[in-house]
């Protein structure tokens, strides 16, 4: 369906805007339902551009930490002295992981839609020419920064680094020396 | 018995109604030097990338001594298998020239000065042990290649793939990159060579493989 970019543009911006100011489940649950409503009205077919399974682990982590760090809840999981899950974290993990997947939604109204009409109707919202063209180009590299950035892992890779095993804090190293060519390069 | 197998390998792009490689069956037999010549866009470099393990074909099999390519890790390919890129550019990581040949060295254990030594031998064999503290972003397109190949050759893999080794790079050190190849094909390491450069190539095949349209046109012995 074509609909107007600014319909597009105010749609996204209200459903994650309400993403990130409530935090209560309920709330979230009953703004996911209506996102996908609306998408499902708009026929916008919806692009799985992301692993749900990383999602998850995102949130799990966030449980983790919450449980430890957050003294507040009731404890299910205790080692020793260190809660290692409570009622609250998981609530908070959930909460993250349903958040997440509204904005990545919301997203969806803006990404169906080419470049140039999104940066169009910028202009037309009122936004100076320079910047929404910035935008544009910004956006004009996203995909070749992922393409290098996918490159230059392989090629890390080829040189004898297991990403799959080594330890995360060396990830980080290599993730740095990773971004320095791209952002270089482009 | 055979090195690098492919069996009737067909690969499309996603979006893409042609497949750029189309029902592709070779075999490469260890210690091989071939060259892979053909138009641009024929699917040579995408043949490259599926021998490689880094694309995954729809239809058909690789294997690698004679087990799917598909087992293995990317480490375990680099080990067997040297790969250049057609742009060298994105290969380069490190910060400085000296430090990107010695980062695979590194990382397969090798002791401090064992890993100068090798360093030293190839930078200074294509005249550019003057850049080892230079940023490798900084460097000509030339350079970079050379640099690129220096790291690879470094971690002597058994079969040497090279995307367009020429494109970039100037008759002097062109020269020197064809006595290099020629040196390591008589240590019995293998070579496919990918190029347009028919000169470059003459003398470092023993076989050619045209490809045209993603499929193996002609296979001369
Ligand atoms: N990343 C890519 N995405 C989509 N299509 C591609 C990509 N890379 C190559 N192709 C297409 O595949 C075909 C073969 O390309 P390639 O293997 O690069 O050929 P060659 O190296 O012989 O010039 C071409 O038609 C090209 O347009
Ligand atoms: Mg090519």
Sequence with gaps: ?186 | MCFICLDSVSFTYEGKKTPAVNDVSLSFAAGESVAIVGLNGSGKSTLARLMMGLLRPQKGKITLSDRPIEEYSLPEIGRKLGFVLQNPSLMLFSTSVYNEVAFGLKWKGKKRQEVEQICYNYLSYFDIWDLRDELPFNLSQGQKQMVVLSAILALEPECLILDEPTKNIDGYRKKKLKKLLLDIRARGIGLVIITHDYDFVDGLYTRKIYMADGKVMADEH
């Design chain 1, 1 to 186: 369906m074509n609909i107007d970019i600014r319909t597009r543009l105010l749609i996204s911006a209200l459903f994650s805007g309400m993403a990130l100011i409530y935090q209560k489940i309920e709330y979230l649950l009953i703004i996911l339902i209506f996102n996908i409503l609306t998408l499902v009205l708009f026929k916008i077919r919806i692009k799985i551009l992301f692993s749900i399974k990383k999602l998850l682990y995102i949130s799990i982590m966030m449980i983790v930490i919450q449980s430890m760090f957050v003294r507040t809840g009731h404890p299910l999981l205790k080692m020793g002295s260190i809660c290692l899950l409570t009622d609250n974290g998981i609530i908070y993990g959930a909460a993250i992981f349903l958040r997440f997947i509204i904005l990545i939604l919301s997203g969806m109204f803006i990404l169906n839609s080419n470049i140039s009409q999104l940066t169009r109707g910028l202009v037309k919202l009122g936004m100076p020419f320079e910047i929404a063209f910035m935008i544009q180009m910004g956006a004009r590299f996203v995909p070749v920064f992922f393409e290098e950035m996918g490159e230059i892992l392989n090629s890390i890779q080829l040189r004898g680094v297991d990403l799959r095993k080594i330890y995360k804090r060396k990830v980080i190293k290599v993730y740095v020396s990773i971004f320095s060519p791209v952002i270089y390069s482009v």
